[in-house]
C-alpha cells in the first residue's frame, strides 16, 4: 500500500508531459518511461520472429487516435522500401506494422506491399505487452504521434516519432534513443488550420516529406549504432 498521496494540480504547456508529471514527486531529473515484459510476452516475441535471430526488424505504427495525425499510407510505404534499399544494415529487414482493433483499414495498404517473406502483421486484438516485446527487438521503429510510439520509447527500441498537428515540445517520445521530426509547419501554424478539430477531412501531415523522414532515420540508425 502506498504511505504517500500526491496530487497533480496543473500542467505546465511548455515543458514535456513527462517532466510535468514528475514535477508532483519534486525530482529535477524525469525518469524515462520502462515497460515490463513478462516471460509469456518475451515468448510471443520469440515465436513471431522465429529463427531469424541475425535479421533486422524495422516496426512501423501507421495509425494515430486522431486522423489529422496520420501520415499517409504510400509514405510509409515508400520508407520501408528506401530503409531496406539504402542502409546496408537494414537489407532483407523483417518489417512489423503494429496497430489496435479497428486499425486495420489503416495498415492495410503498407502491409500489401510488404513482401510475405518479410512482414508481420501486428494490427488488431493483440496485447500491448506481447506487441512492446517484439518492438524491444528493432533496430528502428518509425510512426505516428501515439501511444503506440511511447510504448516503443519506453522498452528502449530506437524510435522516430512523426508530428504535424501535435505538439512535440510536449509530446515527443521521451528516451536517449528517441528522437522526432515534424512538418515544415509548426504546430502553431497547423492548430489554425481548418481541418484542425475533431473529425478533420484531411491528414494535417503532408508537409512532412519521405525524404525528410528517410535522412532522419539514417540520423538515428548511425546515433544508435555508436552508443
Known amino acids: 500500500p502506498t504511505k504517500k498521496r500526491l496530487i497533480y494540480k496543473k500542467k505546465n504547456k511548455k515543458i514535456h508531459r513527462i517532466e510535468d508529471m514528475q514535477s508532483i514527486f519534486k525530482s529535477n531529473t524525469p525518469y524515462p518511461p520502462h515497460i515490463w515484459l513478462g516471460k509469456g510476452n518475451k515468448k510471443f516475441a520469440q515465436n513471431i520472429l522465429g529463427d531469424r535471430k541475425g535479421q533486422p526488424l524495422i516496426v512501423i ?4 487516435n486522431w486522423s ?6 504510400k509514405n510509409f510505404s515508400k520508407l520501408v522500401q528506401l530503409l531496406t534499399k539504402k542502409f546496408t544494415s537494414l537489407e532483407s529487414a523483417m518489417v512489423a506494422v503494429v496497430g489496435g482493433p479497428g486499425e486495420e483499414s489503416i495498415a492495410k495498404p503498407i502491409l500489401d506491399e510488404i513482401p510475405p517473406a518479410q512482414k508481420i502483421d501486428l494490427v488488431g486484438a493483440i496485447p500491448f505487452l506481447d506487441v512492446a516485446a517484439v518492438m524491444e527487438k528493432a533496430a528502428l521503429y518509425v510512426g505516428n504521434d501515439s501511444g503506440l510510439m511511447h510504448l516503443s520509447a ?5 524510435t522516430l516519432g512523426l508530428f504535424g498537428p501535435t505538439c512535440e515540445e510536449n509530446y515527443r517520445p521521451w528516451g536517449p ?3 522526432y521530426v515534424r512538418t515544415i509547419e509548426s504546430y502553431e501554424q497547423l492548430s489554425r488550420h481548418p481541418d484542425f478539430r475533431p473529425d478533420p477531412t484531411n491528414s494535417l501531415m503532408s508537409g512532412l516529406s519521405v525524404e525528410t523522414v528517410l535522412k532522419a532515420c539514417g540520423n538515428l540508425l548511425d546515433e544508435t549504432r555508436s552508443r
Open 61 to 64: 505504427g501507421p495509425t494515430a
Open 68 to 73: 489529422a495525425k496520420i501520415w499517409e499510407a
Open 154 to 158: 519506453a522498452v528502449g527500441a530506437p
Open 177 to 179: 534513443r528517441c528522437r
